[in-house]
């Protein structure tokens, strides 16, 4: 009896041990451990909510751009734009920056730098829940893609995003395409607001771009934006 009495005791303690010691990040809090597990989080620098930019001014002055300054961008001037592309914005409901068919987010944001200070090559997720990076892929992925694209932006651009869609999750294929469409014109108007230039690209051919990333069969590649100062 006493035998017994000491292993239900021990496993109750291994059991309270495990709960404290698993990540918690609301509604995907599964998610964000596994893929935490990965490899290194990187929690961005808080997003502004203003700007001397108003909203009719970047319109005017948003343009397509494909060559930029050899110079840096900072961790700031990224988690601005990832915030624009998909920030969350009303946290109870986990609403975002950009529309969402049916509140799906069929979107996956990935960052390939180059050049950014304070974040060193490889591949990173966007995580809008926390608003931070995980870190998936080491070495110079933007250079893979380049290789595997073959457009000169992406060479030499600071960094660059790319957009999938989670086919799997998508009630209409061309949902993801909107999705998509909406979060692309919100990185233009926010590149206007901090002086970057970007491009969409979507002329390249899907599976050279899913092994280039070593993305899955679920994900759909929709867009490539390098980004780099004008």
């Known amino acids: 009896m006493k035998r017994g009495f000491q292993m239900?005791?021990?496993?109750?303690?291994?059991?309270l041990a495990v709960s404290i010691l698993l990540p918690f990040?609301?509604?995907?809090?599964s998610v964000f451990g596994q893929e935490k597990s990965k490899g290194e989080v990187i929690q961005l620098p808080s997003p502004?909510?203003?700007?001397?930019?108003s909203v009719e001014k970047a319109l005017l002055e948003r343009r397509s751009i494909r060559s930029y300054k050899d110079e840096p961008l900072t961790l700031s001037e990224i988690s601005q734009i990832l915030w624009a592309a998909q920030g969350i914005t009303e946290p109870g409901r986990g609403l975002r920056?950009?529309?969402?068919a049916r509140a799906l987010f069929l979107l996956e944001i990935y960052v390939l730098p180059g050049n950014v200070t304070g974040l060193s090559m490889g591949m990173?997720?966007?995580q809008p829940q926390g608003h931070g990076l995980i870190k998936i892929a080491e070495g110079d992925k933007k250079a893979e893609l380049f290789r595997a694209v073959g457009q000169a932006p992406i060479k030499n651009a600071p960094v660059a995003?790319?957009?999938?869609?989670?086919s799997e999750k998508a009630q209409r294929p061309t949902w993801m395409y909107l999705e998509a469409?909406?979060?692309a014109q919100n990185v233009y108007l926010q590149a206007v607001s901090l002086k970057l230039g970007t491009v969409v690209m979507a002329?390249?051919?899907d599976e050279e771009v899913r092994r280039a990333l070593t993305l899955s069969e679920k994900e759909q590649p929709l867009y490539i934006m390098p980004i780099g100062k004008r």
């Not at 990040?25 to 809090?29: D, L, Q, V």
């Open 8 to 15: 239900l005791f021990l496993t109750l303690i291994f059991g």
């Open 25 to 29: 990040n609301g509604e995907n809090s």
């Open 48 to 53: 502004r909510y203003d700007s001397e930019v």
């Open 97 to 100: 920056t950009a529309p969402s």
């Open 124 to 126: 990173y997720k966007y």
């Open 161 to 166: 995003l790319v957009f999938t869609g989670r």
């Open 181 to 183: 469409g909406h979060a």
């Open 203 to 205: 002329g390249f051919r």
